[in-house]
């Protein structure tokens, strides 16, 4: 007798067959994942501080004694291309030793524990330039009161804050 024939032995290979479906599955079985979509909308207009990005504001010497508040000032000019106007914003961190957030002070040279509070301004702050009329200056003003100077330690003082523009 045969054994291509023989229909005991087509049985066992139909009962192995589905067997081995009913454990793994069809191959017709879904699976799902996952797509992440970003996007960067850029500004229309591109707005840079001109003359440079690294500015000196030197309150110079001060006099413990003075009761009069030191003020100095640094003007620099912003510019934009783009549109035909942009909107701008100007602002400045609290700097390397700030005491709290809007808090800037200076740090003496050689005592790393005496600090010298100051504020600054920026006029204007923010407003709307029309690119093609070239720049618009922009005044940062530093102040210390003689409260914050009379009881300092003697020496020189300094920190570093960050400008950032937004267009």
Request: hydrophobic share 40%; glycine share 8%.
């Amino acid at each position: 007798m045969s054994s291509i024939g023989d229909p005991r032995k087509a049985m066992r290979i139909r009962v192995v067959l589905a067997g081995f479906l009913c454990c793994f599955g069809t191959a017709s079985q879904a699976d799902t994942g996952t797509l992440a979509v970003r996007a960067t909308v850029l500004s229309r207009s591109l707005c840079f501080i001109s003359g440079g990005r690294t500015m000196t504001m030197d309150f110079g010497a001060i006099d413990p004694a003075s009761t009069a508040t030191k003020t100095q000032s640094v003007t620099t000019s912003i510019f934009c291309i783009g549109n035909r106007t942009s909107t701008f914003a100007i602002s400045t961190d609290s700097g390397l030793h700030e005491f709290g957030a809007g808090n800037p002070r200076m740090q003496n040279t050689t005592a790393a524990t005496a600090f010298l509070p100051y504020s600054l301004s920026i006029s204007p702050a923010s407003g709307t330039i029309a690119t093609s009329l070239g720049t618009t200056p922009v005044t940062i003003t530093g102040t210390i009161t003689p409260a914050q100077f009379q009881n300092a330690r003697f020496g020189a003082y300094s920190d570093t804050v960050a400008i950032t523009l937004n267009p």
